[in-house]
């Protein structure tokens, strides 16, 4: 398959295009740190990416990763909870991550859960700048996670438009859950 | 809204990384030929593009846009159902994009219609190459396009995989029907 036509890969080709140098940006989900690695590419040497994860071995993977790229300096790493963002975070930001599910080869008993994905990406919708984008890579595959995946998705559905344009990327002809994209733009100022 | 975050933009910025310049592709529907100018774009002179329509209208439309960009050289107008492709194209092609529904400004009583849209797109599925895409723009908003909406979904949905991925790109938070995009794509051999 196409790499551009997974959802992860899909969702860094369309912030892209979207965000600057410059801007301040948050992985609500560090993990292994490719999202914050791309983030942190985007914003530049002049921007500023906010990186969260409850796990130490997924901010060390993830420091690793940056300091490899010469890119620490825009990065603060913050071991917390995601719901907790606006604790860290109270500049507007241009763009989120959130890449639910466990740690890859990590335990995957210790998974994101419908409950602090919602409360979080609310603090997140919050916080989003016009013209802000939010996007949400789900794993309906797991245990939990096709639960996860229907709150997120039922919660997105029914935000009003405007200011909030919510979009879908999904695989159709699959039999087993696949990961998916969901896409939050809130309207840009006119 | 993003341009980027809609259908038939998203098709573009999705095949930009697919098609390379030299190969063959085809624009079922020509429309105002905004889809045509794109593939010939990204061919260029090297490649070939054929582009249908069954109305004299949009091909005199396409055919002044490409003259006006310098692109109508690798590009040829046939005045035809895209029912009929394979009776004017017979080499693999690497990409090819629907998009369906009415001729914008146009009679809207002339719409593409579901059982001879999945006819042109089993005749294109045939002509195309490893690793080949499809995009199929579909706008279930006017009379018509909701059943030729299901309809297509409902084959494409079907396909086996390997070799054909299937993912769809929908508004998620629209109380009508929006335009959405479906993307097929057949595995590379490898």
Known sequence: MYPHLKAAELSHALLEKLIRP??????????????TLFLAQQVQKEGKVYAFDVQE?????????????????????????HVFLRRYVQEPVSAAIYNLGYLPGGDKKIITAADTTLASLRECMELLAPGGVIAVV????????EQEAACVEAYLGNLAAPPWYVFSWKRVNHKVPAPYLLMVEKQNCR
């Open 22 to 35: 410059g801007q301040t940006v948050i992985d609500a989900t560090a993990g292994k740190g490719h999202d």
């Open 57 to 81: 071995e997924a901010l060390a993977y993830t420091r690793q990763l940056l300091a490899a790229h010469g890119l620490l300096e825009q990065t603060e790493l913050i071991r917390d909870s």
């Open 138 to 145: 789900v794993y309906p595959g797991h245990p939990g996670g």
